[in-house]
């Protein structure tokens, strides 16, 4: 079992939808949790941080953790073709940083 | 600032070839990583250098070896290339998990 684990998809969701990409660990330790987008071809990039149970907002982006179901979730409002990506959830295990497989999302106009 | 430089971005190897990735920083950070990404899979961690002088496996550490040179540097070294070593290669560095990463090295291994 992997110790992040994550649906790889694709999830394809229209323009001005909300995408919804889920993330699962396993170890119980892990304090700092992070997702990063992936364009075909390029390096990830960081977009969200979370640390705490609870949601935290930047812009159209929402991530989400609990801690206690041992999850961490992204939400993406009002979806661009522009955010169809490779989503990344990742995860600090002592001073690891351990990746899910992915997450392919397309949004279609 | 030129962050984390990676070369080479391309190289062909003939299976039993050896060859050694470069990775250098200029962020002053003290953790860098090697992960290897194939389709499918994810990022994974092969080797990981918490600070300098120090360096621990990763989840696929077989086959590669790694220096921490200097603060700066963290080079990967195939010493006996395989096929199953054909692979996008990213070098990262990092502070708090904040990961910055290399454009990539993609190898193939025939």
């Known amino acids: 079992q992997k110790e992040v684990e994550q649906n790889s998809g694709p999830l394809s969701v229209p323009e001005g939808a909300i995408a919804s990409l889920n993330c699962t660990y396993s170890d119980r330790g892990s304090q700092s949790f992070f997702w990063y987008r992936q364009y075909s071809g390029k390096s990830p990039e960081l977009i969200m941080s979370i640390y705490s149970n609870g949601d935290k907002e930047d812009g159209r982006f929402t991530a989400q953790l609990n801690k206690a179901s041992q999850y961490v979730s992204l939400l993406i409002r009002d979806s661009q073709p522009s955010d169809s990506a490779t989503y990344l959830c990742?995860?600090?295990?002592?001073?690891?940083?351990?990746f899910g497989t992915g997450t392919r999302l397309q949004v279609f106009p | 600032n030129a962050g984390v430089t990676q070369t080479p971005k391309f190289q062909v190897l003939k299976t039993g070839q050896s060859m050694t990735l470069q990775c250098a920083q200029d962020m002053n950070h003290n953790s860098m990583y090697w992960y290897r990404q194939d389709p499918g899979m994810g990022l994974r961690l092969i080797y990981y250098s918490a600070s300098e002088g120090t360096t621990d496996k990763g989840e696929v550490p077989n086959g590669y070896n790694v220096s921490r040179l200097n603060k700066r540097e963290f080079s990967l070294r195939l010493e006996s290339a395989a096929p199953s070593q054909t692979s996008v290669y990213f070098c990262?560095?990092?502070?708090?998990?904040?990961?910055?990463f290399g454009s990539g090295t993609q190898l193939s291994v025939l």
């Open positions: 990742a995860a600090l295990i002592t001073d690891k940083l351990i």
């Open positions: 990262a560095s990092t502070e708090g998990g904040k990961l910055f």
